[in-house]
Every structure is written in C-alpha cells, then in structure tokens.
C-alpha cells in the first residue's frame, strides 16, 4: 500500500469508489491536474494557481495556513493532501476529525519527486490514465536530472556559496536542510550557513541580518520571486548596497516539488550556464 511522509498506509482507491480531493498544497495541487484528477479534485487554497485554467472551476478553501473548515467540511472530500512545512498541525489534526484519509507529504530533496508521483500514481491507480501519468513523470524528471548531471561533467563550473533569500523585512533565507537548498546543490551551489549568530540556529527558514561577515561568506546573492515578490529593482539595489553580484531566481521553478520540479531541473541546468563565470 502506498506509504506517506510520517509512515501512514493508505489503501489504494477501488475502482468506483467515489474520491473528492481537497489539496493545501499549491505544487501539489499542479501535480494532481498532471497526473489527471483535476475532475475530482474539489478544494484548493487560494495560492494554488496552477494550471490557472484549471484551478480556476475548483472552489478554494483559504489559504495554506489559514483554512475554512467550514468550507472543506462541506465539500465532503474523502482525500486530504497536505504538507509539514505549508500547513499547521492543529488545523490538519482538526481535518482529519472528519476527512477520512489524510495524505501527509515532506519532500526534502529532488529525488523525492519519485516519491511523490509513485505515491499519488499507487494510490489512485483506479481512476483513469492516473498511473501511465505518474510513470511518464518519473521518466521525464529522471531524463532531465541525467541531462543536468551530464552537463555538469561536461563542462564543469567552480562551486558558489549562494545566499537564497525568500523575505525581506525581515530577511529571511532557508537552511541547508531544505528542498531548495538541495535544489541549488544540484548545480554545486551551496546554501549559506550561519555560524556568527546572525541567524536563528536551528531554524529551516531564519531570519538574518546583513553583515559583513555574511558578505565575505558568500560568493553572491538570489533573490526568489516568491513567497516574497522580489523584483529587477530589489536585485539592483541591494548589489549596489553589498557590493556582491545579486540575481533574480524563478522561485516557483526552485522551490515547487511535483510536476514542475521537472521544468526546476532545466532551469537550473541554465542557471549554471548563465551565472557559472
């Protein structure tokens, strides 16, 4: 039987048996419409927004944090997709007071996309095309990690110590311990790692400050377009403060697992070309 993120077993779907799905996961949300059960799938956050032709016929229910569960009750799904790191344990324990089976995931590398499209593909192999789907994906994401790595050893470029930000006002960045920074490492780029204090120890997403010890401990800066909406002008300015080179990433590409973690694979593949001198 499939098996989830904290060891739950859940009992692939009959054919026939109804299924309703409610997904608190936008990249997860993406990867259900790829795998083909948009028809059933029956609540999404407002943050879901892919496929956006999609998404837009499927009622939402909040946001990844803040979920009506008024909303969800009523929509008597049978299926539940959450996430460790978007949702809140009360509200997901509230859930499952009344959702009968509760899908938990954590993907914190690359590879775990695997995972993910076995376990969705197991778990609703009745329903139609859902496994041809799930295993076309672990094709296409397995071409393009042997792509990325084949051009890695073909033209191999010097490591970089990056410092990938998501907030400011407060700064925040993400620890190594993350799906992003493992991302990132794909490519030899590797996470900053406080040691000074400058940030929360132990945190998966810290809060910093700019000094000049972080300056000197990084060859250059990226600044995601998401969850905070970072822009061309942000990157200019802050390059002009610090005196370091400052990028723009496509944070959905770097930071989304499912199906788009394929097209991540690619963009990283020209994030090394493009940034390797």
């Given at each position: 039987?499939?098996?989830?993120?904290i060891?739950?077993l859940?009992?692939p779907?009959?054919p026939?048996?109804p299924?309703?799905?409610v997904?608190l996961?936008?990249?997860l949300?993406?990867?259900?419409?790829?795998?083909?059960?948009?028809?059933?799938?029956v609540?999404?956050?407002?943050?879901?927004?892919?496929?956006?032709?999609?998404v837009?016929?499927?009622?939402k229910?909040?946001?990844?944090?803040?979920v009506?569960?008024?909303?969800?009750?009523?929509l008597?799904?049978?299926?539940?997709?959450?996430?460790?790191?978007e949702n809140?344990?009360?509200?997901?324990?509230?859930?499952?007071g009344f959702i009968p089976?509760?899908?938990?995931t954590?993907?914190?590398?690359?590879?775990?996309?695997?995972?993910?499209?076995?376990?969705?593909g197991d778990?609703f192999?009745a329903?139609?095309?859902?496994?041809?789907?799930?295993?076309?994906?672990?094709r296409?994401f397995?071409?393009?990690?042997a792509?990325?790595?084949?051009?890695?050893?073909?033209?191999?470029a010097?490591?970089?110590?990056?410092?990938?930000?998501?907030?400011?006002?407060?700064?925040m960045?993400v620890s190594r311990?993350?799906?992003?920074?493992?991302m990132l490492a794909?490519i030899g780029?590797?996470?900053w790692?406080?040691?000074?204090?400058?940030?929360?120890?132990?945190?998966?997403?810290?809060?910093?400050?700019?000094?000049?010890?972080?300056?000197?401990?990084?060859?250059c800066?990226?600044?995601s377009?998401?969850?905070?909406?970072f822009?061309?002008?942000?990157a200019a300015?802050?390059a002009?403060?610090?005196?370091?080179?400052?990028?723009?990433?496509?944070?959905?590409?770097?930071?989304?697992?499912?199906?788009?973690?394929?097209?991540?694979?690619?963009?990283?593949?020209?994030?090394?070309?493009?940034?390797?001198?």
């Amino acid at each position: 039987m499939p098996l989830d993120a904290i060891g739950t077993l859940h009992a692939p779907v009959a054919p026939g048996e109804p299924v309703r799905i409610v997904s608190l996961v936008p990249s997860l949300t993406e990867l259900l419409c790829a795998l083909g059960l948009a028809p059933v799938l029956v609540g999404r956050t407002g943050f879901c927004i892919h496929p956006r032709d999609t998404v837009a016929g499927i009622a939402k229910v909040g946001g990844t944090k803040d979920v009506n569960l008024v909303r969800i009750r009523a929509l008597a799904p049978t299926h539940l997709v959450v996430n460790i790191d978007e949702n809140e344990k009360p509200t997901v324990e509230a859930l499952a007071g009344f959702i009968p089976n509760v899908i938990v995931t954590h993907p914190q590398a690359p590879a775990d996309n695997l995972v993910l499209y076995r376990l969705f593909g197991d778990l609703f192999a009745a329903l139609p095309e859902v496994t041809a789907r799930a295993a076309a994906l672990c094709r296409d994401f397995a071409a393009a990690q042997a792509a990325l790595h084949a051009d890695a050893v073909h033209d191999p470029a010097p490591p970089r110590r990056v410092l990938y930000c998501i907030w400011q006002e407060p700064w925040m960045t993400v620890s190594r311990d993350t799906y992003i920074a493992r991302m990132l490492a794909q490519i030899g780029w590797q996470q900053w790692q406080p040691d000074d204090g400058t940030a929360a120890s132990g945190a998966r997403y810290p809060c910093f400050t700019w000094t000049d010890a972080v300056c000197e401990a990084i060859d250059c800066v990226l600044l995601s377009s998401e969850p905070y909406s970072f822009r061309q002008s942000h990157a200019a300015s802050l390059a002009q403060q610090l005196g370091k080179p400052v990028y723009l990433v496509d944070g959905e590409k770097l930071s989304w697992y499912g199906s788009r973690a394929i097209a991540g694979l690619a963009y990283l593949q020209a994030l090394r070309r493009d940034r390797a001198g």
